[in-house]
């Protein structure tokens, strides 16, 4: 298996674009998480699925920030409007199960000017 | 809200000598606790997995060990090498599925 894949690896953008990250779990792997990772806050939980329903995503941290995941092999985090702040490399992760070994992707790093 | 911290956040040792990464967490309620290897600007390699049914876990020259009860964790990394510097995480699976981080430790390893 080629392992988690995320796109694209980078992207700028400017002020108030939206902005679309895209994910390919692990095949067969049922759960899949959304992190953001800075210098500042480190990793960050965004959100996580489970057989493509969200359980949680107390970590969104705005109205602007959407997950979607309309199938088992692909998924979506959307910032609209995008703002300088959201600058940061996000990771999207998967496991066989809620409770099993994570293994992430090689991150996408947003740069938004 | 699980609460995981890495001590120390940076370490630098010569080449050979044995590494101990420390990790603790706050809530002992975890269905296993994962380390991860993060090199530079990629993303993260998981090494290990133990699960809270388990003391420790062996990989080659890596060993990690976990004491639920006192919420703590240890990666010990035996005769390292220069090719072990990198940023070692711990990470927690708190019994709501979450996966809760450690800042990290960065570890240099002198030739």
């Known amino acids: 298996d080629a392992g988690v894949i995320q796109s694209p690896r980078h992207e700028v953008t400017e002020m108030g674009q939206e902005v679309t990250l895209r994910c390919k779990p692990i095949s067969g792997h049922n759960s899949l998480f959304w992190y953001r990772q800075t210098m500042m806050r480190g990793l960050e939980l965004l959100i996580y699925f489970n057989n493509n329903v969200p359980i949680d995503d107390s970590g969104m941290p705005e109205d602007r920030f959407s997950a979607k995941m309309p199938n088992a092999s692909f998924s979506t985090l959307k910032i609209q409007p995008s703002e300088p702040r959201d600058s940061a490399v996000y990771f999207c992760?998967?496991?066989?199960?809620?409770?099993?070994?994570?293994?992430f992707g090689q991150g996408t790093r947003l740069t938004v000017v | 809200k699980q609460e995981v911290t890495q001590i120390p956040a940076a370490l630098s040792v010569p080449e050979g000598e044995n590494l101990v990464l420390n990790c603790s967490f706050t809530?002992?309620?975890?269905?296993?606790l994962q380390w991860f290897r993060q090199d530079p600007g990629k993303g993260l390699t998981s090494l290990l997995l133990i699960q809270s049914s388990q003391r420790e876990q062996t990989s080659g020259r890596l060993n990690a060990s976990l004491d639920k009860s006192s919420g703590r964790s240890t990666l010990y990394i035996a005769a390292s090498q220069p090719g072990d510097s990198a940023t070692y995480l711990c990470a927690a699976r708190s019994n709501d599925y979450k996966l809760s981080f450690g800042a990290g430790t960065t570890v240099t390893v002198r030739a």
């Open positions: 992760a998967s496991s066989p199960g809620p409770s099993t070994e994570a293994f």
């Open positions: 809530d002992s309620a975890i269905y296993n």
